[in-house]
């Protein structure tokens, strides 16, 4: 079945450590998106990406790291200068254009040890 | 830039009908989503408007006045399942298609 794939599903972190989030997608889908979402909010953007090794900052893209090397994955990285990163993390991937919806992963909660 | 507003919460009572609505401020318009997100997992897509008028799924159905940047989600026969938040969001006409959410509205179904 295709899908996307979203690892780990819960994740610690320590101060001043780096962490990477995986999404990996079998839907052949052009566009990924990262979005984060705080308790009681909606998702806000992070990066998003239309084709490979092309991606774009969103909203909040401060204290993250991103890259498109194949169609398939799109990992995210929280750096140390995201001061506050606890949250939860969904992963999208779109055909990217007209009324084709984005299918999301199950998402990554991470959490500060 | 964009901006999309949508109440925070709303409460209906089991088989009435509610509706949420959605005003969005953009720069460009290229279609919206309504999505459904329980408590703790993904959202899910509910329709999509990108001409105005009227959408029907079944129970659901979505409205957009592109001039007025204003959609709404109407459900019909509410359920208790139906409780959950529901997100509204505009997708930009650049060549990028970025997609923007708004804050969601949280609905309770009480019996």
Not at chain 1, 20 to 48: F, K, V
Not at chain 2, 21 to 40: E, M
Not at chain 2, 75 to 98: N, P
Request: neutral net charge; hydrophobic residues 30%.
């Amino acid at each position: 079945d295709g899908g996307i794939t979203q690892s780990p599903k819960y994740l610690f972190r320590k101060e001043g450590q780096n962490v990477t989030l995986s999404c990996e997608q079998n839907l052949n889908h052009d566009a990924m998106y990262w979005y984060r979402q705080d308790p009681g909010q909606g998702l806000r953007l992070i990066y998003y990406s239309q084709i490979v090794n092309d991606f774009q900052k969103g909203d909040i893209a401060e204290g993250y790291s991103v890259s498109r090397e194949k169609k398939e994955s799109f990992p995210l990285t929280v750096t140390s200068a995201q001061k506050n990163p606890t949250a939860f993390y969904l992963c999208a991937s779109s055909t990217g254009t007209g009324r084709w919806p984005q299918h999301f992963g199950d998402g990554t909660r991470l959490s500060i040890l | 830039g964009q901006n999309i507003d949508q109440p925070t919460e709303m409460t209906a009572t089991e088989g009435a009908i509610v509706q949420i609505n959605c005003t969005y401020q953009t720069s460009g318009f290229n279609g919206l989503f309504w999505y459904q997100q329980h408590a703790g997992e993904a959202p899910t897509f509910l329709s999509y408007n990108v001409l105005d008028g009227l959408e029907e799924k079944g129970r659901f159905s979505s409205f957009l006045s592109r001039s007025k940047g204003y959609s709404y989600l109407l459900l019909k026969e509410l359920q208790m399942k139906d409780s959950a938040s529901y997100l509204c969001a505009v997708r930009d006409s650049g060549g990028y298609q970025k997609v923007t959410f708004g804050t969601g509205t949280k609905l309770q179904v009480i019996p």
